[in-house]
């Protein structure tokens, strides 16, 4: 999983492609038309590679001429004046740039400081795959108080990556199907709950594929990167500014690796390991491990709290009213609708982002007090929110599609079924309702990729990351490893802390360091280590 959204779960699975920099300048590019007839192996893939490479120069040449035709955005789309969209154009597949086209959304809030003071735009991905990132400029518009320096600079940019929201939009089942509840009890009993979920999955891989098989192939990290590099272009801006969070670090460390020559300034928060080994079956094994230690640090603190939440005065008393709740809603599901699969849903927000601890444990306080209305309403699906339940299943096919084209995974039950049971025996919280998630990639019915080899490229500036040590969605070995993969990159480290996406959050150690970077371009002489922001409290 990666940036989570209601779904069963997500990495967000943490949730790649091409091995090799990309020759991506407009004028070192080879023909858009080169041919790879009579090619074998190795050398057809490179020369695949060098028609993506030069595909995606004609795309940019293109956008840079047409620009966009900024608006008023549409009502529907709950993005207020000032806020103005627009549409990008891009290639389907960047080996044919004259082919099929499909439009980006994209928004803008202009920098709030003066003319003198305008750095160009920053661009922002919050992450999924799946995740839209058009509310990126809110932050001005909210008038937040820690991107209130870096907002005078720069322009706020925002964008919908292909597949997602109003981009070409994927489906792999019905919305109203995909949220209905009770679910499957993601943890088998037998070899029977094992064959049922296995079902599931295979249908799931096929309705993509019945639903949305003209995308599938083009679902690619780094045809995201290409996209990203045309939007670049379409705004007019020679080198790239860009904020990436969780799977937005991943996309910003393959356009670093494919376009390395048009990198600005770029901050990664929270970091999918870039590992060839690790995207994207491995990654997901890994989160499993982090969410059962970052579940126990938010256990250890409602147990800290017990005077306010009445749920033991120790870890193992807390678990215990877990362990309670959970064989309560597998034997009869609260309200007839929450089981086990929606209650790790919805205390899965725990152990991702501090900012949840109070209202989960405050819900599942008033439960056990007697009053099940507040935990029963925040975990089940609201059938009548057809709109947030179509971007919920959009997210998921996105998710699901990217991570399933970007690699290759794995296709034998038997080493799924050996890896998860293992993982299990340790770590309950996740690991099946993981599994699962991503078992579709086994059966996916669309072209796998090989992953790109993350690498410093020359021309590459500095870069900055942001990693916190108890990360459940992202852990912190990925931070170390883009870390050594990005030549003169500095890592900041929040110690002790474990909430996803920590550039939003208030901690002046870490958040001077990224104003200064994106303000000045300026790095500390070595990485820093900073203490936790504060934890919560009831």
């Known amino acids: 999983m990666t940036t989570r959204t209601r779904r069963t779960v997500t990495f967000g699975s943490a949730g790649t492609l091409v091995a090799a920099t990309l020759i991506a300048g ?40 047409k620009g966009i035709s900024w608006k008023d955005c549409p009502e529907d789309w709950g993005l207020a004046k000032p806020i103005q969209c627009g549409w990008v154009t891009v290639p389907l597949d960047y080996a044919k740039p004259n082919g099929k086209q499909i439009k980006l959304a994209v928004d803008r809030i202009g920098n ?124 007019g801006e020679k080198k790239l500014n860009f904020l990436g969070v969780s799977y937005g670090t991943y996309l910003g460390a393959v356009y670093a690796t494919l376009f390395p020559t048009h990198v600005r300034r770029m901050v990664f928060d929270s970091v999918v390991n870039p590992s060839t080994k690790k995207i994207w079956y491995e990654a997901n094994l890994d989160q499993d491990v982090a969410f059962e230690i970052r579940l126990k640090d938010w256990m250890t603190w409602v147990a800290k709290y017990d005077a306010a939440f009445h749920l033991g005065d120790t870890v193992e008393k807390v678990q215990a009213q877990w362990t309670k709740l959970r064989a309560t809603a597998k034997k009869d599901p609260l309200g007839g609708v929450v089981g086990p699969a929606e209650l790790i849903s919805y205390f899965q927000s725990a152990p991702y982002y501090d900012s949840t601890w109070v209202s989960i444990a405050t819900n599942w306080s008033k439960y056990v007090a007697g009053d099940p209305k507040p935990l029963i309403e925040a975990a089940s699906p609201d059938l009548s929110d057809v709109a947030g339940n179509k971007s919920s299943e959009n997210s998921n096919a996105v998710y699901t599609a990217v991570e399933c084209a970007d690699a290759k995974w794995p296709t ?65 070995p990925g931070g170390v490893e883009l870390h050594k993969r990005l030549k003169g990159s500095r890592l900041i480290t929040e110690k002790d802390a474990g909430s996803h996406g920590i550039t939003n959050l208030e901690n002046p150690c870490l958040n001077q360091r990224v104003d200064n970077y994106l303000l000045n371009g300026k790095l500390d002489s070595r990485d820093v280590t900073c203490t936790p922001h504060a934890t919560p409290k009831p």
Not at 37 to 63: C, F, I, L, M, Q
Not at 455 to 462: F, V
Request: glycine share 6%; net charge positive; proline share 9%.
């Open 112 to 235: 709030t400081g003066s003319k003198k003071e305008r750095q160009g735009a920053l661009l922002y991905n919050p992450g999924g795959p799946g995740a839209s990132g058009l509310r990126f400029p809110a932050r001005v518009t909210s008038k937040n108080k820690l991107w209130e320096k870096t907002a005078k600079a720069y322009d706020f940019v925002g964008f919908e990556p292909r597949g997602v929201g109003h981009s070409a939009p994927i489906s792999c089942v019905d919305p109203q199907e995909f949220v209905k509840a009770p679910k499957l009890d993601p943890v088998p009993d037998s070899e029977a709950d094992k064959r049922a979920q296995r079902k599931l999955a295979a249908e799931y891989a096929d309705g993509c594929k019945e639903r949305s098989g003209w995308m599938l192939p083009h679902m690619t990290t780094p045809n995201t990167a290409r996209d990203l590099d045309v939007i670049r272009a379409a705004l």
């Open 26 to 65: 407009a004028l070192a590019a080879p023909s858009a038309s080169a041919d790879v007839r009579g090619e074998k192996g190795p050398a057809k893939a490179a020369a695949a590679k060098d028609r993506e490479a030069a595909g995606a120069a004609v795309a940019a040449r293109r956008a840079a001429k």
């Open 412 to 476: 034998s039950w038997k080493k799924w079924d050996r890896d998860n049971t293992r993982i299990h025996k340790d770590h309950p919280f996740m690991t099946w309702a993981n599994a699962w998630m991503n078992l579709p990639c086994a059966t996916w019915p669309s072209k796998q990729h090989k992953p790109v080899e993350v690498k410093t490229g020359k021309g590459l500036p500095p870069t900055l990351i942001a990693q916190a040590t108890r990360d459940a969605a992202t852990p912190y």
